[in-house]
């Protein structure tokens, strides 16, 4: 079940996806065949496989950005697939992070991890508090004013993540995070996504193509010919919960 964090508190949902198809242009382009996959509360699980084999596809419909042809998604007590409006799901169950971080240049870093505080009702003072709160959390309190052009890539990737954290979403997706980055950054990222799951318990699915990145998730799942494969077990999710 969920796991032990720090905070006591476990944050994070189960993802359960249920013989999930999905094609494109008539049924032409065969992205997934038929994929079904668990993911524990609390457990990182790397999606990996060769490109084009559906990665961002699954991910895409795990966040309610499209819909898969048959079978059922269900993300905590949301059943995704069951959604007629999916946006209030995607803005607080949801943090998505992507290879490429999408901050908007002509806002500072604490501005863009402010994006999505606004319209919620919560008073600007504690918007910047928080987004302030964040912006430490990544290690970066010291560039909070910086416009995203003046950043480094690894920077600007723990930008992005921070504001994918603002609403302390349950679950979190990640589209090869560090698919643009060298490996010590990428292992940075890697490194703070492990604490993110540690602090917040938050659940991570991680699609990446670089196999230290995978070895650093709780288990690997490989999509072929739209197919999921169980891969390497690296640590088990009952003993990381057993451990104090
Ligand atoms: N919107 C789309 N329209 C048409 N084909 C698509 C679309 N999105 C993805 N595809 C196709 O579906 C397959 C899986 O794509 P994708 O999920 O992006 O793979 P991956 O992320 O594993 O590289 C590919 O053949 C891709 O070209
Ligand atoms: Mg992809």
Known sequence: MA????????????VTIEGV?????????????EISLRVEPGEIVALTGPSGCGKSTLLN????LDRPDAGRIQVGDVEVTALRDPVEYRATTIG??????????????????????LGRGIARA???????????EVGLADRERSSPATLSGGERQRIALARALALDPPLLLADEPTGALDSATGAQIVALLQRVRAERGTTILL?????????????IVRLRDGRAEEGAVTRSVARRSGEA
Request: net charge positive; proline share 4%; hydrophobic share 45%.
């Open 3 to 14: 796991c032990d964090v720090a905070s006591g508190v476990p944050r994070g949902v189960a």
């Open 21 to 33: 198809r999905k094609s494109f242009e008539g049924g032409r382009i065969r992205a997934l065949e």
């Open 61 to 64: 419909m795990v966040g309610a």
């Open 96 to 117: 998505f992070v992507f290879q490429f971080h999408h901050l908007i240049p002509t806002l500072t870093a604490l501005e863009n991890v402010q994006l999505p505080l």
């Open 126 to 136: 504690e918007r910047v508090r928080r987004a302030r709160e964040l912006v430490a």
């Open 207 to 219: 699609v990446t193509n670089d196999d230290r990145v995978a070895l650093a998730a709780d288990r």
